[in-house]
C-alpha cells in the first residue's frame, strides 16, 4: 500500500483546509484509513479513521464537530476536511492504512509522507 498525502498550508485562526491522501496498490475496501498528527514536541495522535467500508468512522475528542474524515472510492482517496481551525491544530498531518477494520494506533503499518498544517494570525 502506497500512500500519498497532500493538502498543508498555512491558514488562519477559523479557517478551513481540506487534505488528501491518495491511496495506490490496494482498493480502498481493502483498508482502513487514518489521519494521524504529531506537533512539535508531542507525541504523534490519530485524530479520525475510516473503515474499509467506509460506513465507520472515527474522531478524538478535540477535533469532534470540525474535522470529517471521508473517501472517494472512484478516486481512491481519503479526505480531512478541517474547519474552524485552531492553532493547536499545528502539526505535520499523515495518513496511514490497515488491513484491519480498526482505530488501534498501533496497527496501522503504511504510512505516507506528512503534510504541514499551520494556523496562526
Known amino acids: 500500500v502506497q500512500l500519498q498525502a497532500s493538502g498543508g498550508g498555512l491558514v488562519q485562526p477559523g479557517n478551513s483546509l481540506t487534505l488528501s491522501c491518495v491511496v495506490s496498490?490496494?482498493?480502498?475496501?481493502?483498508?482502513?484509513l487514518g489521519w494521524f498528527r504529531q506537533a512539535p514536541g508531542r507525541e504523534r495522535e490519530m485524530v479520525a479513521a475510516?473503515?474499509?467500508?467506509?460506513?465507520?468512522?472515527w474522531y478524538t475528542d478535540p477535533v469532534k464537530g470540525r474535522f470529517t474524515i471521508s473517501r472517494d472510492v472512484d478516486k481512491s482517496t481519503v479526505y480531512l476536511q478541517m474547519i474552524s481551525l485552531k492553532p493547536e491544530d499545528t502539526a505535520v498531518y499523515y495518513c496511514?492504512?490497515?488491513?484491519?477494520?480498526?482505530?488501534?494506533?498501533?496497527?496501522?503499518?503504511?504510512w505516507g509522507q506528512g503534510t504541514q498544517v499551520t494556523v496562526s494570525s
Open positions: 475510516i473503515s474499509r467500508s467506509g460506513g465507520g468512522t
Open positions: 496498490g490496494r482498493t480502498l475496501g481493502d483498508i482502513s
Open positions: 496511514a492504512a490497515t488491513f484491519r477494520n480498526t482505530v488501534t494506533p498501533s496497527a496501522y503499518g503504511f
